[in-house]
C-alpha cells in the first residue's frame, strides 16, 4: 500500500508538471503584409482602394445624399427619404441634421479609402518589390487619397489632414480649405507623374488621364467658391487639355454609352467595376427605378431641370417616360398590364433617369440591378472643363471644338464631324455649365459646378412649384456645406460647421 | 518564475504527505451497534451519515432508516447527520439497538454548501452567498437554468430577454462592472466551468451564487461578475430510485399591439402622399378602393405572424448506490414551437454521475453530460413584419403569395410570410463535458484532490435562402469547434488546534486551455433548390473562411479559514492568475479577506429562546475580469470579402489595414468590492432575513474605445476609467403556519443596485460603445457618461407639435423638440444634435421577487411575482409603426389615427420630416409587476400508491406570466432587443421577440 501510494504521487507529480504553461499567445495564424516585398503583396493592398471606392459609388443615393440640393436630383416626398429629403429641401446649415442617417456613409467610406491609402503609401517606403510595381502604386495611393479629399472639402469643407505619418488620437484639428487643396494638389503632381498613360495600364487600375482629370477639377474648384483663387483656372484648362491631347479617349455614339456593352470604353477616364461572378452588383437601376417599377424611388430629376432638357437624342438617352409597371410573382420580376405608366401617373409622378436602367437585369433578382461599372470621369467631362475653364481666360478655337464635340454628340451626330446644324462658335460661361449639368445629368457632378460658381440659390429660385419636396428656406451660402457627421464630431474635438468652416 | 517557486511548494507538500503516510496505523475491534433513525413522524430516513465521533469510522442509513456501524472504542459517541435536520449526538456504550429520532432543522445552518473550490458548513461562511435549492423550484415544470434563478435570488438579476423557444435570459450579478467587456457570470457545475445552456435544470440539486469578492477571488480573473455554482443530483445509498417527470403546455402571446385596420391605414397613407381618394389618377387608394377595404378588410399581420406554441418535455432519473458507490442517471427531452412563426427548438439531455469509494482513503467520481440544443425554422422578422402593408393580403386569389405590398405602401420589404415559410435552417449545438476527480485523504487532516475536466462545444449553424426568397439561391454553413480543457489540483490542510481554533488552508494549482476553430462558408448563386446548404459545390459563388484561437490561463491559489471560539471567523485567499492574451502584463493578483461574528453563539444571545440564528459578515477583496478576446491587443490586417476587387472581371484577394489600434501594454481589469451583511433568525428560522449593503470599484476598465472615422482605424482597447455599483439586497423569508394539513411559506428578495460611470480615458466625458440595434440610427440610442449609468438613453426633448398658432416658429404639425444647447453651450434657438440630451435610465432602481407555497393536506400551491421599478424602454418598435426610420414608409400604429391635422390640433406628428426617432416621445415607462408563474400541484395518497408499488405520484398545472402589471405599450416590459451579453445599451425594443403566456399540466412520479 506505501509504495502504490508512492508510485501515485509521482504520477501525480508528472501530471502537476505537465500542468504549466509558457501563457504566449500563438500567432502564427495572423497576416501581415508590412513588408510588401512582393508585387503580390502590392496587389492586395491596392484591391482594398478600389473596392471600397466601388461600395461607395454602387449605393448611389448613399453617395449623393449631401449633394440633394443640386437641381438634377429629387427625392420621394414621402416614405422613408427623410434623410435624402434633409439636402433636397435645404434643412441644414446651422449645425442641424449631422445626426442624418445617411450623412456618414459618403463620409466614412471616403476616409477609408484615405486610411488604406496612407497605409500604402507608408508601407511603399519600406517596400522591396519591384521599383516600377512600387511606383505605380505610389502614384494609384495617392491619387485615391487625393480623390477623396477632393469630394470631402467639397462637401463638408475643410477637413483634418491625414495622411498615415502621425499615430491616431482623436484630437486632430480641421485645416483650412487652402491648406486642403494644396496637399491634394501635392499629391496629384506626384500621381500623375508615377501612373501609366492611358492604355499602358494593367486591366482595370487608373492611368495618369484620371490623376489630371481630378488634378483639373480640383483647380476649376479652386478658382471658384469659395477660395476662388483665379491663378488655378488656366491650369485647369492646360490639365484638361494635356488629356485630350492624349488621343486616346474618345466619346460613344449617344445611344450606346449606357448601355452594358458601353462600360470600359475609351470614354471612360476611370470606372470602377464590377466582378464577372456578378458577386457585385451596381445598385443604380433600384435605386433610380420607381417602386411600381420595382425600385427605391430614392433617386430621380426634378421637373424644372427636365424642362429645361433640350430636346434630342441625349435626352431620350437621359430619361424615362415611361414609367414600368413590375410585379414580382415567384421572385421573378415580370410586367403587369399595362406595361407601363406615363410618368405623370406613376407613383412617383416624374421621370425616371433612363441614363442609369438602361443596363439594366431583370432576372437577377427581385429588384432590377446592373452589371455595368460606374463612371467616375468620363470623357466628355474633361472636354467641358476644358470648354469652361478655357472660356473663363479667353475662349479658343479649340475650347469651342471641345463644347461642340459633346454637343454634337448629344444630338445624335459624329462627334468629330462639325455640323453647323448644332455647333455654337461661342458660348458664355454659364452656358457651358448649363451644358454640363445636362451631359453630366445625375452623375454626382451639379452640386459641385453649382457650389462652385455660387449657382445654389438662382437655381433654387427656378425650382418648379409643383415640385412636391417642399424647400423649408431659400439656400444661401449657409448650404453650400453640409454637416459633419454627428459621430465625427462627438469623438473627436472637431468643429462643427458653419463654426469650423475656415477658408484660408 | 512563479511556476518554479510554486513547484517548490508542492514538492515539500508532499514529502511532508509522504512522511504523514507512513505514520497513520490504527488498530480496531469489533463492537457492532445497529439502529433505525426515522424523522419526527416515524418517517424511516435514507441516507442518514453515522460518525462515530473522532474517527473516519461512519455508516450510512438503508431505505429502511437502519444502520450497521462497528465501533473503534467502545463506549462511544454516535453522530447522526442528515441534510434539513438538526445533527444528533448519541452516546453509546455495548452492543444495543438504537431507535433515533432527528429533528427538522428549518435554520439549516449545518448543511453544507458549495463554495469554490471546496465545501463549508453553512454557519462557517464568511461571504454573500445566496443558495437556491431544487426544492425551491421543483414544484415549477422549468426547462432552463436562468428560470431556476429568476426572482428567488437577491442581488441577482434574471432577464428574459427574448421569449424565443429555448430562451435567451441575461444573469447580472450586482450589476454591470465592465462597460464593453463581458458581464456574465461565472458558472462552475460540478466544479468544472460550463456553459449552462445545456445543463438540464432538473439534474440541479442546488445553486450557490457567489455575490461578494471573498467568495468569488478565489476565482481571480474570471469571479468579477459573480460566480453561480451548481451542484447535480447524486444518487444515494439504497433502493434503485426511478422518477419520470413528464409535462406539455401551449403558450401565446401575452399582449397584441394596436395597429391600425387596413382602411384607416389606407387613409394614413392618401394624407401623407397629399392624395385625393376622389382624383381617379390617385396611384394610392380612390375611394372605391377604400370602400373595399372597409368591407373586405385587408391582412392582419400579427394574426399571420403569432401563432400558438407548445412544448412538451420529458425526463427519467434512475439513480441509487451502496456504502461503496452511487449513481445518478437521467435523460431529457424537452420541444417546443415558439409563439412567433416558424420556429422549433428541442434539446436533448444525457447525464450520468457516478461516485465510488474506493477505500477509506480515495474516493473518485466522474460526471459525465452530454447535451444538444436544435433550432430549426425561420422566425418571422417582427421589426418588418408587423409594420408590413395591411391592404396587401398574405397570398393572391390564385393562393400565391403577394410577394411586395401591392401599392408599394408601408415598407418596401418583401412579404414577411415568404422567407418565414420557404427558407431553411438548422442551428445545432453539441456539448460534452466529463469531469473526473480523485479524492485522497492523505492524513486525518490533509486531502489531496484532483479533478481533470473536458468541455466540447461544436455548433453547425445552416441555413438556406431559396430562389423564391433571395433571387438567386443563398446559403450559409457556419461550424463552430471548441475544446476546453481544466485541470485542478486541491491540497486541504486542516488542523483543528484545540476546540476553540480551527484552521483550514487550500492550495490549489489550475489550469485552463481553450481552444476554438470555426469555418464559415457563404455560396450564393444556386439554379436549384434541391439540395439546399447540404452541397455547396453546385453554387455560383462560394466564400469560405476559417480561424483558429487559443488562449491559456494559468493559476495559484491560497486560502486560509480560521475560526476561533466558533464565533469569530476569518477567511483571507489570494489568486494568481496569467493569461496568454496579454501581451506584457500577464499576471494579476486578486486577494481578499472577510469576518465573521456568530453572535447567536454569544451567551447574550444564547438565552433569547427565540432568536437561533445571528451573524454579521464583512468583507472586501479585488476580482479581475480579463473581458477580452484572443489577439484583442492586437491590429490584425483585414481579409474580408468585401475588399476583393475585379480588377480585370475576377476577384482579386485584398488585404486591408486592420481597423483596430494595437495595444500591447493592456492588462486585467480590476474590481475592488465591500460587503456588510447580517443573516438573523428566529423561531427555529420561522422567520428568517438577510441583508448586504455592497459598493463595487472597477478600475482600470478594458474599454473598446471608438475612434472618429477620419482617423483611420476605429477601434482601440485601453485600460482606463471606473465603474461603482453600489447596492443592497434583503431576503425575508417566514413560515407563517405549519402543521398536519398546513404549510405556507415566503420568501421575498429585493435587490437595489445603483450604477454610475466615475471616469472614463483622460478627459473624455462620454462614449459612444453600445452595438447597433436599429439599423441606420446615426447617433447611438445609448451612451456612457461620466457620473450615470452605463446605459443611459439618449435623444431630444419632444414637446408635441407646432400648433397653428405657432406657425411662426415651426411649420404647423412637425414635431417640436426642446432647445437645450448649441455651440456655445447656450441654447441657440436651433435644433441640432447639441440639443440631444439624457431622456431615461434603462437600468432599473428595485427589482425584487417573491415567492409562495403554500400546501394544505395532498395540494400545494406555488407562485412567483416578480417585479421591476424604474427602468426605461426605447420603444423603437412603435417608432416604426409611427413610419420612422430607413425602412417603413408609411404609419401603421393606431397613434397615427390621431395625427396632428389642422382639424385635429393632438400632440403626434403628421409627417416624418424633422421627426426624430431619438426621442422621449418613445421613451416609455418599462416598470411591471408579474406573475412569473404559478403551478398548483396535488399529491395522490401515498397509501393508495404503495398499493400499485408506486412511492410518489404528483399531478400540477402550471401558468406562466398570468399577468403582467405595466404601462409599456409594447408587447412586454421583459423582452428587448438589447444583447444578453450587452450592458451599454440596455431597455431597447425593436422587432425583439415577445415573451409568452402559457399553461401547464404535468406529473412526476416516483417508483
Known amino acids: 500500500m506505501k509504495y502504490l501510494n508512492k508510485i501515485f504521487l509521482i504520477t501525480l507529480m508528472v501530471f502537476i508538471c505537465h500542468s504549466c504553461s509558457d501563457l504566449e499567445e500563438d500567432t502564427s495564424s495572423l ?81 477609408k479609402i484615405i486610411y488604406y491609402s496612407n497605409t500604402l503609401v507608408e508601407g511603399l517606403k519600406t517596400s522591396t518589390a519591384p521599383e516600377n510595381s512600387i511606383g505605380v502604386a505610389n502614384g494609384e495611393a495617392r491619387l485615391f487619397r487625393a480623390f477623396s479629399y477632393l469630394n470631402l472639402v467639397r462637401t463638408q469643407g475643410n477637413v483634418p489632414v491625414i495622411l498615415g505619418e502621425d499615430k491616431p488620437t482623436g484630437k486632430e484639428q480641421r485645416a483650412t480649405v487652402l491648406e486642403n487643396y494644396q496637399h491634394i494638389e501635392a499629391d496629384l503632381l506626384i500621381a500623375e507623374e508615377l501612373l501609366p498613360a492611358p492604355g499602358s495600364e494593367s486591366a482595370g487600375r487608373v492611368t495618369s488621364s484620371f490623376a489630371k482629370a481630378v488634378l483639373a477639377d480640383l483647380y476649376l474648384t479652386w478658382g471658384g467658391w469659395p477660395v476662388k483663387d483665379a491663378s488655378k483656372i488656366p491650369l485647369a484648362a492646360s490639365k484638361a487639355k494635356e488629356i485630350i491631347d492624349t488621343q486616346y479617349h474618345t466619346l460613344l455614339p449617344i445611344d450606346e454609352l449606357w448601355l452594358l456593352s458601353g462600360e470600359n470604353s475609351t470614354e471612360s477616364i476611370f470606372s470602377v467595376r464590377v466582378a464577372d461572378d456578378q458577386s457585385v452588383v451596381n445598385n443604380y437601376p433600384s435605386a433610380f427605378s420607381f417602386h411600381q417599377a420595382r425600385g427605391f424611388s430614392d433617386c430621380f430629376p426634378e421637373l424644372q431641370f427636365f424642362y429645361d432638357f433640350p430636346e434630342g437624342p441625349r435626352k431620350e438617352a437621359t430619361f424615362l417616360l415611361d414609367i414600368p409597371n413590375r410585379k414580382v410573382p415567384g421572385g421573378v420580376i415580370t410586367p403587369k398590364d399595362p406595361p407601363t405608366t406615363p410618368w405623370q401617373e406613376s407613383d412617383r409622378q416624374h421621370p425616371m433617369y433612363q441614363k442609369f436602367v438602361a443596363a439594366e437585369d431583370l432576372t437577377f433578382s427581385n429588384r432590377p440591378v446592373s452589371f455595368r461599372s460606374i463612371e467616375l470621369y468620363r470623357y466628355a467631362e474633361v472636354l467641358l472643363i476644358y470648354a469652361e475653364a ?42 457651358i455649365i448649363a451644358e454640363k449639368g445636362w451631359e453630366l445629368a445625375g452623375e454626382y457632378k451639379r452640386w459641385f459646378d453649382l457650389v462652385r460658381t455660387e449657382k445654389v440659390e438662382e437655381i433654387a429660385a427656378l425650382r418648379d412649384p409643383s415640385e412636391p419636396v417642399e424647400l423649408i428656406r431659400q439656400p444661401t451660402k449657409a448650404q453650400y456645406i453640409v454637416p459633419i457627421p454627428i459621430n465625427s464630431i462627438l469623438l473627436s474635438e472637431l468643429v462643427q460647421n458653419p463654426e469650423g468652416f475656415k477658408i484660408q | 518564475m512563479k511556476q518554479t517557486k510554486f513547484e517548490k511548494l508542492n514538492r515539500k507538500l508532499l514529502t511532508f504527505i509522504l512522511i504523514v503516510l507512513c505514520s497513520s496505523m490504527a488498530s480496531y475491534s469489533q463492537n457492532i451497534i445497529s439502529g433505525t433513525v426515522t424523522d419526527e413522524s416515524g418517517t424511516p430516513l435514507l441516507g442518514v451519515n453515522v460518525i462515530e465521533s473522532n474517527t473516519q469510522n461512519g455508516a450510512i442509513t438503508d431505505f429502511d432508516g437502519k444502520f450497521n456501524i462497528n465501533l473503534n472504542k467502545n463506549p462511544s459517541e454516535l453522530i447522526f447527520t442528515y441534510m434539513g435536520f438538526k445533527d444528533k449526538k448519541q452516546s453509546v456504550s455495548g452492543t444495543s439497538t438504537l431507535q433515533v429520532v432527528l429533528q427538522e432543522d428549518f435554520a439549516q445552518l449545518n448543511e453544507v454548501v458549495v463554495v469554490g473550490y471546496g465545501t463549508a458548513k453553512r454557519s462557517d461562511l464568511t461571504g454573500a452567498i445566496t443558495s437556491v435549492s431544487s426544492k425551491d423550484f421543483d414544484e415549477q415544470p422549468l426547462n432552463d437554468v436562468s428560470q431556476a434563478l429568476q426572482g428567488r435570488a437577491a442581488g441577482v438579476q434574471v432577464t428574459q430577454s427574448s421569449g424565443e423557444p429555448g430562451g435567451v435570459y441575461k444573469i447580472r450579478i450586482r450589476g454591470a462592472n465592465s462597460i ?171 447525464r450520468s454521475n457516478l461516485n465510488a469509494k474506493l477505500s477509506e482513503k480515495f474516493k473518485i467520481g466522474l460526471n459525465f453530460n452530454v447535451g444538444q440544443k436544435e433550432s430549426t425554422g425561420v422566425q418571422a422578422d417582427l421589426g418588418s413584419g408587423i409594420s408590413w402593408d395591411p391592404t396587401t393580403p398574405a397570398f393572391d386569389e390564385n393562393g400565391n403569395y403577394n410577394f411586395n405590398s401591392i401599392k408599394n405602401v ?48 461544436e455548433r453547425h449553424f445552416n441555413s438556406y435562402a431559396p430562389l423564391i426568397s433571395s433571387a438567386n439561391g443563398r446559403a450559409n454553413v457556419d ?38 476553430n470555426t469555418t464559415q462558408i457563404d455560396a450564393n448563386d444556386f439554379f436549384t433548390d434541391l439540395v439546399t446548404y447540404k452541397d455547396l459545390s453546385i453554387a455560383g459563388v462560394q466564400l469560405a473562411s476559417n480561424s483558429e484561437t487559443n488562449r491559456e490561463l494559468e493559476s495559484f491559489l491560497g486560502r486560509i479559514n480560521y475560526s476561533l471560539f466558533n464565533k469569530y471567523l476569518l477567511t483571507a485567499s489570494i489568486r494568481a492568475d496569467g493569461t496568454s492574451v496579454f501581451q506584457k502584463d500577464k499576471w494579476g493578483y486578486f486577494p481578499s479577506a472577510s469576518i465573521a461574528w456568530k453572535v447567536y453563539e454569544e451567551d447574550f444571545i444564547k438565552n433569547i429562546e427565540s432568536i437561533n440564528n445571528l451573524k454579521v459578515r464583512l468583507s472586501y477583496g479585488q476580482v479581475g475580469n480579463q473581458g477580452i478576446g484572443v489577439y484583442g491587443t492586437r491590429s490584425r490586417a483585414v481579409i474580408d470579402e468585401l475588399i476583393n476587387y475585379p480588377f480585370n472581371g475576377s476577384l482579386t484577394t485584398g488585404v486591408a489595414p486592420s481597423n483596430r489600434v494595437a495595444n500591447p501594454d493592456l492588462t486585467w481589469e480590476t474590481t475592488d468590492q465591500f460587503d456588510v451583511g447580517v443573516d438573523f433568525g428566529m423561531l ?102 461620466v457620473g ?53 435610465d434603462g437600468n432599473a432602481d428595485v427589482t425584487w421577487g417573491w415567492n409562495w407555497d403554500v400546501s394544505y393536506k395532498n395540494w400545494n400551491l406555488n407562485f412567483l411575482l416578480i417585479g421591476s421599478e424604474g427602468n426605461d424602454i426605447y420603444n ?132
Open chain 1, 31 to 111: 497576416l501581415t503584409l508590412d513588408k510588401l516585398a512582393t508585387e503580390g503583396d502590392i496587389t492586395a493592398s491596392l484591391a482594398p482602394l478600389y473596392r471600397e471606392t466601388l461600395e461607395l459609388f454602387k449605393v448611389p443615393h448613399f453617395l449623393r445624399a449631401a449633394t440633394y440640393g443640386g437641381d438634377d436630383i429629387t427625392t420621394w416626398s414621402a416614405g422613408n427619404k427623410a434623410p435624402l429629403r434633409t439636402f433636397d429641401r435645404f434643412d441644414y446649415g446651422s449645425g442641424e441634421n449631422a445626426d442624418n442617417a445617411w450623412l456618414a456613409n459618403a463620409w466614412d467610406s471616403y476616409w
Open chain 1, 390 to 431: 478655357q472660356a473663363r481666360v479667353g475662349e479658343n478655337a479649340s475650347s469651342v471644338e471641345a463644347l461642340n464635340q459633346v454637343i454634337r454628340r448629344a444630338a445624335g451626330l459624329p462627334y468629330l464631324t462639325p455640323n453647323t446644324d448644332v455647333d455654337v462658335t461661342t458660348a458664355t460661361v454659364d452656358e
Open chain 2, 180 to 350: 464593453t467587456g463581458n458581464n456574465d457570470p461565472l458558472y462552475v457545475v460540478d466544479g468544472q466551468f460550463v456553459d449552462i445552456s445545456t445543463v438540464n435544470v432538473n439534474d440541479i440539486a442546488s445553486m450557490e451564487v457567489l455575490k461578494d469578492a471573498s467568495s468569488t477571488a478565489i476565482y481571480g480573473t474570471r469571479g468579477a461578475n459573480g460566480v453561480i455554482l451548481i451542484t447535480t443530483k447524486r444518487g444515494r445509498a439504497g433502493k434503485t430510485k426511478v422518477e419520470i417527470d413528464l409535462f406539455t403546455g401551449i403558450s401565446n402571446l401575452t399582449q397584441k399591439l394596436d395597429l391600425m385596420s387596413p382602411v384607416e391605414f389606407a387613409e394614413g397613407v392618401n394624407y401623407s402622399e397629399g392624395q385625393d381618394p376622389n382624383d381617379p389618377t390617385n396611384p394610392f387608394y380612390t375611394t372605391s378602393e377604400l370602400d373595399y377595404l372597409r368591407i373586405n378588410g385587408g391582412e392582419d399581420w400579427q394574426e399571420r405572424l403569432f401563432q400558438t406554441g407548445y412544448s412538451t418535455n420529458a425526463q427519467i432519473t434512475v439513480s441509487g448506490g451502496s456504502d461503496a458507490m452511487d449513481y445518478y442517471i437521467s435523460g431529457n427531452i424537452y420541444e417546443a414551437s415558439g409563439t412567433v412563426v416558424d420556429q422549433k427548438f428541442k434539446k436533448l439531455n444525457l
Open chain 2, 410 to 457: 408601408a415598407s418596401g420589404e418583401t412579404n414577411p410570410l415568404v422567407s418565414v415559410q420557404n427558407n431553411s435552417r438548422n442551428n445545432t449545438t453539441d456539448q460534452l463535458s466529463i469531469n473526473g476527480y480523485l479524492n485522497f485523504d492523505i492524513t486525518k487532516n490533509l486531502v489531496f484532490n484532483t479533478s481533470l475536466g473536458l468541455n466540447k462545444s
Open chain 2, 479 to 516: 461550424n463552430y469547434y471548441s475544446t476546453k480543457l481544466y485541470f485542478t489540483n486541491r491540497f486541504t490542510y486542516t488542523l483543528d488546534i484545540n476546540e476553540n481554533n480551527n484552521l483550514k488552508i487550500d492550495a490549489i494549482q489550475e489550469l485552463v486551455k481553450e481552444e476554438s
Open chain 2, 684 to 785: 427555529n428560522s420561522a422567520l428568517t432575513l438577510s441583508v448586504d449593503y455592497y459598493k463595487k470599484i472597477t478600475s482600470n476598465l478594458l474599454l473598446d474605445t471608438q475612434l472618429p472615422s477620419f482617423v483611420g482605424p476605429t477601434r482601440q482597447y485601453v485600460n482606463s476609467g471606473e465603474v461603482e455599483n453600489k447596492g443592497f439586497e434583503i431576503t425575508l423569508g417566514a413560515r407563517f403556519l405549519q402543521n398536519d394539513n398546513w404549510n405556507i411559506e415566503s420568501i421575498l428578495s429585493v435587490s437595489r443596485n445603483r450604477n454610475k460611470v466615475l471616469s472614463l480615458n483622460d478627459g473624455v466625458t462620454s462614449l459612444e460603445v453600445g452595438a447597433a440595434i436599429v439599423p441606420n440610427l446615426p447617433v447611438n440610442p445609448t451612451r456612457v457618461e
Open chain 2, 788 to 840: 450615470l449609468p452605463i446605459s443611459t438613453l439618449r435623444g431630444y426633448v419632444f414637446e408635441g407639435v407646432y400648433q397653428l398658432d405657432e406657425a411662426a416658429e415651426g411649420t404647423p404639425g412637425t414635431a417640436k423638440y426642446k432647445d437645450i444647447s448649441g455651440p456655445d453651450g447656450i441654447p441657440d434657438g436651433l435644433i441640432t444634435t447639441d440639443d440631444i440630451t439624457n431622456v431615461g
Open chain 2, 876 to 1007: 423603437f418598435q412603435r417608432a416604426r409603426l409611427m413610419a420612422l426610420g430607413a425602412q417603413q414608409f408609411n404609419a401603421v400604429h393606431a397613434d397615427y389615427l390621431n395625427r396632428w391635422t389642422p382639424e385635429n390640433p393632438s400632440n403626434i406628428p403628421s409627417s416624418n420630416d424633422g421627426t426624430e426617432m431619438l426621442s422621449s416621445q418613445f421613451i416609455e415607462d418599462g416598470s411591471f409587476i408579474s406573475m412569473k408563474s404559478i403551478a398548483l400541484g396535488y399529491n395522490v395518497d401515498s397509501d393508495f400508491l404503495e398499493r400499485i408499488g408506486v412511492t410518489k405520484l404528483r399531478l400540477y398545472g402550471s401558468v406562466e406570466n398570468l399577468f403582467i402589471i405595466t404601462d409599456y405599450t409594447g408587447f412586454d416590459p421583459e423582452s428587448t432587443a438589447s444583447n444578453a451579453k450587452d450592458d451599454a445599451d440596455v431597455g431597447i425594443d425593436y422587432g425583439s421577440y415577445p415573451i409568452s403566456r402559457s399553461f401547464i399540466i404535468g406529473l412526476n412520479i416516483a417508483f
